[in-house]
């Protein structure tokens, strides 16, 4: 049971415009929300993240939407640069006394020059 | 300031042998995590120590343990390697379980013929 999902393996965009990457969850229990970003032969950084009291944060050129009610968030890069280009992982964790993070299976994203 | 650091980097067994992956951070960091990131995957908590001297399991524990030997090490052993535990292994830390930021090392290739 893959309780977050990021439903496209890979993503091209061309330098300049939007990227927008889309992750879905299933367990309502989720509260918190973070974005990594992985290169080969590297481990994941942190990027960006968003708590579930909110609907939106920002950082940069990167912007992190959540809807709750679809339980669904998306991350938008804009505009998108080629060292963009990596792996994106999303993650969700609960709190509490029974923590627990659990990441998606990522999406490549690739930003033409 | 080197973050979280691993070793080895890479590592060949052969089935039944044991090894030990180490993990350091000097982040005085609280919280330490193991992952394993497989081909089209997400990455999997193994193992995690909120604080020095506690432990727990996460996602995948089986065929595993761990040592939290002081606030800035925790080492991941393989007791009798399987195929398939061929994997690349991620350590992370963070300032608390709950912080949203883990900063992780650079993985370890481990390959089990």
């Known amino acids: 049971d893959q309780q977050v999902k990021q439903n496209s393996p890979s993503l091209s965009v061309q330098e300049g415009r939007i990227s927008i990457l889309n992750c879905d969850y299933t367990?309502?229990?989720?509260?918190?929300f973070l974005w990594y970003k992985k290169y080969p032969a590297e481990g994941p950084t942190f990027l960006i993240s968003?708590?579930?009291?909110?609907d939106k944060n920002e950082d940069g050129r990167f912007t992190v939407f959540l809807n709750k009610s679809a339980k669904h968030l998306s991350l938008h890069i804009v505009p998108s640069q080629p060292g963009d280009s990596a792996v994106y992982f999303c993650?969700?964790?609960?709190?509490?006394?029974?923590?627990?993070?659990?990441f998606g299976k990522g999406t490549l994203l690739t930003v033409n020059p | 300031n080197a973050g979280v650091t691993q070793t080895p980097k890479f590592q060949v067994l052969k089935t039944g042998q044991s090894m030990t992956l180490q993990c350091a951070q000097d982040m005085n960091h609280n919280s330490m995590y193991w992952y394993r990131q497989d081909p089209g995957m997400g990455l999997r908590l193994i193992y995690y120590s909120a604080s020095e001297g506690t432990t727990d399991k996460g996602e995948v524990p089986n065929g595993y343990n761990v040592s939290r030997l002081n606030k800035r090490e925790f080492s991941l052993r393989l007791e009798s390697a399987a195929p398939s535990q061929t994997s690349v292994y991620f350590c992370a830390s963070s300032e608390q379980l709950l912080s949203d930021t883990q900063y992780f090392g650079p993985g370890t290739r481990l390959t089990v013929l």
């Open positions: 367990n309502s229990m989720f509260d918190y």
């Open positions: 968003i708590s579930s009291i909110k």
């Open positions: 993650a969700a964790s609960t709190g509490g006394s029974n923590y627990k993070l659990t």
